[in-house]
T-cell receptor, first 113, second 111 residues
Framework: SAVISQKPSRDICQRGTSLTIQCQVD?????MFWYRQQPGQSLTLIAT?????????ESGFVIDKFPISRPNLTFSTLTVSNMSPEDSSIYLC??????????FGQGTRLTVV | KQEVTQIPAALSVPEGENLVLNCSFTDSAIYNLQWFRQDPGKGLTSLLLIQSSQREQTSGRLNASLDKSSGRSTLYIAASQPGDSATYLC??????????FGKGTKLSVKP
């Protein structure tokens, strides 16, 4: 299993600013994933982050808006840049599903005003 | 493009009832299928994982089945309890590790 700590758990931000979300895992993992859950919607994969390489973004998500860092095998950050109210969502990180189950952090509830 | 649908969107039952949650997916070429539980402020908890070669998995009062050919999975909860109240998510997994989620079924079990 894996224990994932995600910070902050929630935040209220002004439009036009940026927020960086941190995800710390208690063991080394190859792949980390960032998801977004908009109100009333299902989780959508934003990008996959592998250590030592650029993140791979899903259709509809771009690096300028959601830059991701993966400096080592236990840590990753997702930045939500130049925020607008449409970015209000829950953001979750997840680790390598070959563990074998997918493990998720508790999520970051972001409200943009 | 894979799409995952869950029915019903919400369900309210009295304590002790057995219930079934449904999940369907459009592309049968899946790597695995997982059922998650989502509690407010607590992220997601994986309940059951079914590999593409398997037909079902059981854990305690939970049983999940998978029929790849028909693109369906069911989660059976026996003798429901108020503590089972949560949103249940179905997700299909691809070979790259990505998960595609349904919108979930919000379950409420009344004492």
């Amino acid at each position: 299993s894996a224990v994932i700590s995600q910070k902050p758990s929630r935040d209220i931000c002004q439009r036009g600013t940026s927020l960086t979300i941190q995800c710390q895992v208690d063991s080394q993992v190859t792949m980390m994933f960032w998801y977004r859950q908009q109100p009333g919607q299902s989780l959508t994969l934003i990008a996959t982050a592998n250590q030592g390489s650029e993140a791979t973004y899903e259709s509809g998500f771009v690096i300028d808006k959601f830059p991701i860092s993966r400096p080592n095998l236990t840590f990753s950050t997702l930045t939500v840049s130049n925020m607008s109210p449409e970015d209000s969502s829950i953001y979750l990180c997840s680790v390598d599903p070959t563990l074998p189950r997918a493990f998720f952090g508790q999520g970051t509830r972001l409200t943009v005003v | 493009k894979q799409e995952v649908t869950q029915i019903p969107a919400a369900l309210s039952v009295p304590e002790g009832e057995n219930l079934v949650l449904n999940c369907s997916f459009t592309d049968s070429a899946i790597y695995n299928l997982q059922w998650f539980r989502q509690d407010p402020g607590k992220g997601l908890t994986s309940l059951l994982l079914i590999q593409s070669s398997q037909r079902e998995q059981t854990s305690g009062r939970l049983n999940a089945s998978l029929d790849k050919s028909s693109g369906r999975s069911t989660l059976y909860i026996a003798a429901s309890q108020p503590g089972d109240s949560a949103t249940y998510l179905c997700a299909v997994g691809g070979s790259q590790g990505n998960l595609i989620f349904g919108k979930g079924t919000k379950l409420s079990v009344k004492p």
